[in-house]
């Protein structure tokens, strides 16, 4: 019997140790957000998000008529931006900051979050790299030159929590935090014509320092 306390014990100890190691790893790696030196050119677009390139697909009406049933929602993510332009996706895992940026300066105007599944969104469900049926997060932007650029915060099967730090209206500086996805997953951002992707896919950017895109 006192053996069988002893290991209960020993049991009860280590658990105790690895909860509360995997809070603190959760609170201060997880959840870390250092501090970014933002590229403040006016004609560049920073990356929002810290992660790996995966995508880059230029896009237009016809592009869109053709592949609609094929990739569900890319028509409503890019028909409140632009007619035509490019649709970037950045992979985030467990090992990068899960903080978004706001990319240009200027301000939001409107952000819209769609309920959907929540598949493992490392793993590529189409040539695109994009999880459009997992639940999602829209953030509608503007500059000052009236252009209007999208960032989609996509949840996956671990990051089941979506925040955003917005809302409609806000004047908000290129580099400051616009919201966070907690464990990882991934972020889409679309942009109008007139910029051009600065970034090739495998690359790893960093969010608020990585140059996405310049206009042209």
Known sequence: MKQLQKIFKYITIALV?????FLLFYRFWFLRCPERKIDLSENTFVSP???E??????FNQE???????????IHLWTNDVDTAGYIISIQMNPSHVHYQRMPVNGKIVSHKHTSGSF??????????GIRFENEHNE???ENSEGKKFKVVQIAGFV???IVDFVQPDMQKKKGELIGLIKLGSQITVVLPQGYKPNV?????VTDGESVLAVKE
């Open 17 to 21: 140790v690895f909860v509360v190691g």
């Open 49 to 51: 998000a810290n992660g």
């Open 53 to 58: 390139i995966v995508s880059i697909t230029k």
């Open 63 to 73: 592009w869109i008529d053709v592949t609609k049933e094929k990739f569900g929602v």
């Open 119 to 128: 598949n493992n969104a490392i793993l590529m469900s189409n040539d695109m």
């Open 139 to 141: 953030i509608l932007l």
């Open 159 to 161: 990051a089941r929590r």
């Open 200 to 204: 090739e896919i495998g690359k790893t």
